[in-house]
Nanobody, 126 residues
């Protein structure tokens, strides 16, 4: 079991940056692949990025490649999403999530993830 709490969202101008954090409870954080998803108004929730248990492997949606970076600190039970060169179309509620232990960074579908945070709003103004 793992509980997830996101923070770091807010309002930023286009071209700006934000760093989201996701703090996890429990002693088994390092066993979980971690992912970020986002849900924009009127759209389906979509995969953003995932990171392997040790942090060596990452995976990104094409729409954020080269602009977003996922990282993790297992000593702090925290996963991060550094978002640069933000665009208005990045506006969404961002969620961190974890699939069951054993899943890899190939897990990009919402149904593959069992644990979800409450989300944090990111708004990018033009």
């Amino acid at each position: 079991q793992v509980q997830l709490i996101e923070s770091g969202g807010g309002l930023v101008q286009a071209g700006g940056s934000l760093r989201l954090s996701c703090a996890a409870s429990g002693r088994t954080f390092s066993r979980f692949v971690m992912g970020w998803f986002r849900h924009a108004a009127g759209k389906e929730r979509e995969f953003v990025a995932a990171i392997s248990t040790g942090g060596a492997r990452t995976r990104y949606a094409d729409s954020v490649k080269g602009r977003f970076t996922i990282s993790r600190d297992n000593a702090k039970n925290t996963v991060y999403l550094q978002m640069n060169s933000l665009k208005p179309e990045d506006t969404a509620v961002y969620y961190c999530a974890a699939p069951p232990v054993g899943r890899g960074v190939e897990a990009t579908m919402e149904w593959e993830y069992d644990y979800w945070g409450q989300g944090t709003q990111v708004t990018v103004s033009s």
